[in-house]
């Protein structure tokens, strides 16, 4: 696959709405460490790829198709994934710190350890993703969709929930500190052992039971 090629005839598809050029399809494919720093691949289809280790740093992969692709390790920071199709993809160990994942598909992703500080969540969907001991310290998830999410020993800190619908969701040794659950559905959710410092609760009363 000659990426540079399939990258200028992208280029092209997307200035002309598809009138010339060609759509990055490289569903399936192998791309394990490619190189796309700072590329415009908005609207490519990388479904079932391995992309494990690939840099996305700064690259624009809005509205992009990566249903169930394997972006373990990835380097996605500081990239534009708006709208993106990420269900099902494995991104253990992924750096997605400063993403734009805004109304971002992340229903049952897999985010295990994933480095997701300050990006922004606002309205996403990660119903039933595992975010087990990731990394979403002062990370914006306003009005996001988190219902059954695994949330255990994840570090909050300073993250913004305000009108989240956190139902069901785990967040058993989470750290609280300063995160603000204002106005978010919360039925049904595990707070075990979670640490509640200066967090901002869904009535508006501040709990400071774990501070130290």
Excluded at 93 to 113: F, M, P, S, T, Y
Excluded at 116 to 123: D, G, I
Excluded at 151 to 169: E, R, T
């Amino acid at each position: 696959m000659n990426i540079q090629e399939k990258l200028e005839q992208h280029k092209a598809w997307l200035k002309t709405d598809g009138g010339e050029g060609e759509r990055f399809r490289a569903s399936k494919a192998d791309l394990s460490e490619v190189d796309f720093l700072g590329a415009n691949l908005k609207g490519a289809d990388f479904s079932f790829a391995n992309l494990t280790g690939a840099n996305f740093s700064e690259t624009n992969l809005g509205f992009t198709n990566l249903f169930e692709a394997n972006l373990t390790g990835a380097n996605l920071r500081d990239a534009s994934l708006r709208g993106a199709n990420l269900s099902f993809a494995n991104l253990t160990g992924a750096n997605l710190e400063k993403a734009n994942l805004v109304e971002a598909n992340l229903v049952e992703a897999i985010l295990i350890e994933a480095n997701l500080s300050k990006a922004k969540l606002r309205e996403a969907y990660l119903s039933r993703a595992n975010l087990t001991s990731a990394n979403l310290s002062f990370a914006t998830l306003t009005g996001a969709y988190l219902e059954g999410a695994n949330l255990v020993g994840v570090n909050l800190k300073g993250s913004n929930f305000v009108g989240a619908y956190l139902d069901g969701a785990n967040f058993t040794g989470a750290n609280l500190n300063g995160a603000n659950l204002l106005g978010a559905n919360m039925f049904g959710a595990t707070l075990i052992a979670a640490i509640l410092c200066n967090t901002t609760m869904p009535d508006g009363k501040i709990d400071n039971s774990g501070c130290y």
